[in-house]
């Protein structure tokens, strides 16, 4: 597999997804729904294939998908550049998004719009934007691995985590990350330059980071490591949201 392949996509025009399954999410994150539904023309017709929409009165909708999309192309950008050094022998892929909307015979959710892209089988967490990890095999190390190499390699502007997604043969597939960055640009799920010192406060170095890649130079915990996704409180008000790490930690869904 080549780094090209590092994304992927739709490759789709269309799909179908029944009336239960839009009652009825299979899955859920901190502010989206999950469906599972079916593509029904082009190259991937009769694969599965998930969309997702955001939960009312968590983020705005127009926000909500320019900085999902955002996030998911920084990510991209950083995992090609992870593959490239080969660094393991498979490589990770990034599922992409796009904005898909319900068309005018789609009942009650015509006009809908929602984040669309491939179904992930054997779905699981491998860390979080709060400093929890799955350190017990290997994959999820090696996704630890690529949250500090993102930092690094940004020139500690930036820390992609939240990793989570599937292991397939040829390749990992991750969704839905998270990008913690200095500037605070990548909507409710970017926690800052204290979201990153916390992260890295939990962080323990394993057999695939390198001894050279650099690290904050202040490291703390401010927020209570959890494998659910933290968010700000009141989606885009981030002064509503103060970050603690002890028991009285609220737990935004």
């Not at 490239?84 to 719009?113: E, L």
């Not at 981030?238 to 935004?252: D, E, F, H, I, S």
């Amino acid at each position: 597999m080549s780094i090209q392949t590092a994304s992927r996509k739709n490759n789709a025009t269309e799909a179908k997804f029944s009336n239960r399954a839009l009652a009825n999410p299979f899955a859920e994150g901190a502010f989206r729904w999950v469906a599972k539904g079916k593509y029904v023309r082009c190259a991937r017709a009769g694969e599965p294939c998930v969309c997702k929409w955001f939960k009312t009165g968590h983020v705005d909708e127009a926000t909500f998908f320019t900085d999902d999309i955002m996030a998911m192309h920084k990510a991209l950008e950083i995992v090609k550049d992870w593959n490239s050094r080969r660094m393991i022998d498979k490589h990770i892929q990034v599922n992409i998004p796009k904005v898909w909307t319900f068309d005018q015979n789609s009942g009650s959710v015509a006009g809908k719009k929602v984040l669309q892209e491939p179904f992930i089988l054997n779905y699981q967490k491998f860390n979080s934007n709060s400093g929890w990890a799955n350190n017990e095999t290997p994959w999820p190390r090696v996704m630890q691995a690529l949250s500090h190499f993102s930092y690094h390699v940004s020139g500690r502007e930036l820390l992609l985590c939240d990793l989570q997604g599937g292991v397939y043969d040829d390749a990992v597939v991750i969704t839905d990350p998270v990008i913690m960055s200095k500037e605070e640009i990548y909507g409710v799920t970017d926690l800052g330059l204290k979201g990153i010192r916390s992260f890295f406060s939990q962080h323990e170095c394993n057999e695939y980071c390198s001894t050279k890649w650099r690290r904050p130079s202040k490291e703390k915990c401010y927020f209570n490591p959890q494998a659910g996704t933290v968010m700000l409180k009141g989606g885009t008000d981030k002064r509503q949201y103060v970050p603690t790490c002890g028991p009285t930690y609220k737990r935004y869904k």
